[in-house]
């Protein structure tokens, strides 16, 4: 596997259903991402993590729960979701998020986990 | 911090026809600039990126982007369209968010329909 991979690539779920989505990056990157991708809405970014530890929440909602156990791997754990939830989550690393290096800040994303809460 | 605006979420061009798509960035020095491509089902893959090295950026499929500082532009061209590059297409500007911290931030993006 090479690049960012993200599983699984649809997901269909109930609002009192749990889940998680899962991002892993092949690149060596220290730093990984979560935006949510809404029709006609820009990307949001959600949360980033910078060596494991989360730097950000773009105050999102508690039934969003992130989790890094080590630099490669990235999980989102879903709960009693919405249907305005419903959308693509897109994962991206980055070599890695401090100094004003575009090396370090140029991102590369996975191909997206097509959320649909029912 | 920074701002990314994208005009016209839709563009349709006639395949062979010049493609342009518009981006205008608020005003920082210097910026980083990012043209990223959305094919359906798929996640963002770039396209190019402004690193202040020249003004004219040459990228994947025959893209091609110049940075224009008094404008606030940069603007998404290539010379012929091809069905291929049916996708959306998405404007991006590293920005600080915080001490020694940066983040990307998008604009809305747009569509290109390419028609036969």
């Known amino acids: 596997e090479t690049g960012v991979t993200q599983t699984p690539r649809h997901l269909v779920m109930g609002m009192t259903n749990k889940k998680s989505l899962k991002c892993e990056q092949h690149?060596?990157?220290?730093?990984m991402y979560w935006y949510k991708q809404s029709a006609k809405k820009p990307l949001e970014l959600m949360f980033v993590?910078?060596?494991?530890?989360?730097?950000e929440n773009n105050s999102v909602p508690s039934r969003f729960s992130p989790e890094c156990p080590n630099s490669s791997h990235l999980f989102l754990h879903l709960h009693t979701l919405q249907p305005e939830d419903s959308a693509l989550y897109l994962c991206a690393s980055s070599q890695d998020r401090a100094g004003f290096s575009l090396s370090y800040n140029e991102q590369f994303f996975g191909p997206g986990t097509r959320l649909t809460v029912l | 911090a920074q701002s990314v605006t994208q005009l016209g979420s839709h563009v349709s061009v006639s395949e062979g026809a010049l493609v342009l798509l518009r981006c205008n960035y608020s005003s920082s020095v210097p910026p980083y600039l990012f043209w990223y491509v959305q094919y359906p089902n798929q996640g963002l893959q770039l396209l190019l990126k402004y690193t202040s090295a020249a003004t004219l950026v040459k990228g994947i499929n025959g893209f091609e982007a110049e940075f224009k500082k008094s404008e606030t532009s940069f603007h998404l061209t290539k010379p012929s369209a091809h069905m291929s590059d049916a996708a959306e297409y998405f404007c991006?500007?590293?920005?600080?968010?915080?001490?020694?911290?940066?983040?990307?931030?998008f604009g809305k993006g747009t569509k290109l329909s390419v028609i036969p």
């Open positions: 993590y910078s060596l494991e530890e989360r730097v």
């Open positions: 991006a500007v590293i920005s600080e968010s915080g001490a020694g911290s940066y983040q990307l931030t």
């Open positions: 690149l060596g990157h220290n730093a």
